[in-house]
């Protein structure tokens, strides 16, 4: 189980689905779920014991990242989101990040690497900002980890930014979802807005 501090985002509590809700639909037999993981996730993320062939739209993109609707020109991300949702009945998107993401210890440790697609400068307004404030004790390991949960959820604050999202959102036709999954032993953390908790499902 790891705590968050839920005050760090405004998110309404009913945009988020439970794993109940991503169960009842898990025999549909239409591709339902999109889910945005990151570029190195190595093992596949849609490989969970719930995601019947053909049920999962996969994205990998670096460290799950999507930009806001105010400061996405450019960026090919939400397109690919569009087009998915242009598709496919989309009733879930995922947000799926890992504990053992190379990404966010990369833009840590490299700040001057080239940053072509401006997320690490989104990471270092948001991320990094709020775990430097929010969770100062934490060093090291704890710090990564509160960052790759925090970073998630961060993109999901993007995510519905958009209004394209939004819309859906608010006429109960999606619901978003923030994983966190641990590569050691592939076992998902879903977070719950009530209790700022991510807990294994
Ligand atoms: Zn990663």
């Not at 990998?60 to 569009?82: C, F, K, M, T």
């Not at 400068?121 to 509160?146: D, I, S, W």
């Amino acid at each position: 189980m790891i705590t968050l501090d839920r005050s760090l985002h405004q998110l309404p509590a009913e945009y988020f689905g439970s794993t109940e809700d991503f169960h009842i639909s898990a025999n549909c037999a239409e591709t339902d779920t999109l889910m945005i993981a990151c570029s190195d996730q190595g093992a596949a993320p849609n490989n969970v014991s719930f995601a019947r062939p053909g049920r999962f739209l996969v994205l990998q993109h670096l460290a799950a990242s999507i930009r806001p609707a105010d400061d996405y020109a450019g960026n090919s991300v939400i397109a690919d989101i569009e087009f998915a949702f242009s598709q496919h009945a989309i009733k879930h998107v995922i947000i799926c990040g890992h504990l053992g993401c190379g990404v966010i210890p990369y833009w840590l440790n490299y700040p001057d690497a080239p940053d072509s697609s401006g997320m690490r400068a989104h990471f270092e307004k948001t991320t990094l900002q709020v775990v430097n404030q929010a969770y100062p004790k934490y060093c090291g390991e704890a710090r990564v980890k509160a960052m790759i949960c925090e970073h998630t959820l961060f993109q999901i604050e993007h995510l519905c930014s958009h209004p394209f999202v939004l819309d859906r959102l608010e006429s109960q036709l999606l619901q978003v979802h923030a994983w966190i999954v641990n590569d050691d032993t592939a076992r998902v953390s879903a977070y719950d807005p009530i209790s700022g908790c991510l807990a294994a499902i």
